[in-house]
């Protein structure tokens, strides 16, 4: 592609970004309801006022972004301009392309978050598989890569519960991950990751499979409306493990939660259970259980919904082993996603939290259903 043609294809998806984002009309919706705010009995119902400020915030947020995009663009233009007048040489122009295509890129895949959670903070859960040491290392391996994501992109993570292996790595552990569409952008990790390595813990040297399940469901805040029946709710309280000497906690400030879930829909029950061992405080603990609790029940809401209006992603497999989403195969330095297909040769990376072209190959291809 020339440089012309760039600039014109960049022009272009600028265009189609201004309509699929309704630009025009978000800027008058924000305009319209910050003069809400501004009446004497606005914040007279908090929870209504919080909502209507959260998504001036979020819609000021897309003007804002695509706003940045329109006038990169409108740069390059100029720029191409000068070039053809003989006023800019081309590096001058090659440089401002390489400002404006992350620019467009960026808004293109954000425009593929438009689902109603995915602005959303994110609690990703990680389970290890059949496998003893080796899956419970792989488990730790993965819990390390998306700690090493949200820091790369700025995001607050904390380990909500972790479960130890016996003898290395993890059974279990739950994070939670708060930064901007950090549900949009992790959703797409919810399945089975398979690792297939020479195996550090085998005497022999043999190669290995393991796998591991993640899940990821939105962290839901206090505008959502979750109904807790706290007729069906009950605590458990106990030492959280620690590593020995000043590290044990002496006292029982970790957190275990019963619910009784009863499906409004099909009537089944069965038993939520939630630990949270995060601080030494009991009602921190405490309060950050709910939290989890609301946002498992928030997605058992939603999921409904979605099969309700049968946009169930054929994609998105059910967790169980063998039904993996993507392979992780260290001898032979690839990570292939079964889903898109993409894939790359640097393990490293990917394990040090780069699965970013991973997860724009998916949104890219799933996210606009």
């Known amino acids: 592609m020339t440089t012309a043609e760039t600039i014109k294809d960049l022009q272009q998806r600028t265009e189609a970004l201004r309509r699929y984002l309704n630009i025009d009309n978000l800027t008058a919706q924000v305009a319209e309801e910050e003069k809400q705010t501004e009446a004497p009995d606005f914040w007279n119902d908090p929870k209504q006022a919080q909502r209507i400020m959260k998504a001036i915030q979020t819609k000021k947020a897309w003007v804002t972004a695509f706003r940045e995009v329109e006038n990169s663009c409108g740069d390059l233009a100029v720029m191409g301009e000068f070039f053809d007048s003989g006023d800019a040489t081309e590096q001058e122009v090659l440089d401002q392309i390489a400002i404006t295509q992350p620019l467009v890129e960026a808004l293109e895949l954000k425009n593929m978050l438009q689902g109603e959670s995915d602005h959303f903070d994110a609690v990703l859960s990680i389970n290890a598989g059949a496998g003893g040491v080796e899956a419970q290392d792989w488990a730790e391996m993965l819990m390390r890569m998306y700690i090493r994501y949200a820091e790369t992109h700025n995001y607050r993570v904390a380990i909500s519960n972790s479960l130890d292996g016996e003898g290395a790595g993890i059974k279990s552990a739950t994070l939670q991950i708060e930064g901007d569409y950090a ?187």
């Open 183 to 369: 549900y949009g952008y992790l959703k797409s990790e919810t399945g089975v990751h398979r690792l297939v390595r020479v195996s550090p813990f085998n005497a022999q040297g043999k190669r290995m499979t393991s796998f591991a399940s993640v899940s990821v469901t939105p962290l839901v805040d206090d505008t959502i409306e979750v109904v807790v029946d706290m007729s069906r709710l009950s605590w458990d309280t106990f030492r959280s493990g620690g590593a020995g000497g000043q590290n044990v906690n002496k006292v029982e400030s970790g957190v275990r939660l019963r619910y009784q879930y009863k499906d409004p829909y099909t009537g089944a029950e069965e038993e939520i259970l939630i630990e949270n061992t995060e601080t030494r405080d009991q009602p921190k603990n405490k309060e950050n259980a709910m939290r989890l609790l609301r946002s498992q029940l928030y997605e058992r809401e939603l999921q409904h919904r979605m099969e309700e209006q049968a946009k169930i992603k054929a994609s998105q497999k059910k967790i169980e082993w063998g039904s993996q989403i993507r392979s992780y195969v260290m001898d032979d330095r690839r990570v292939k996603d079964h889903r898109t297909n993409y894939q790359t040769s640097d393990v490293a990376a990917v394990m040090d939290g780069k699965i970013d072209n991973f997860i724009k190959a998916y949104l890219m291809q799933f996210g606009a259903e």
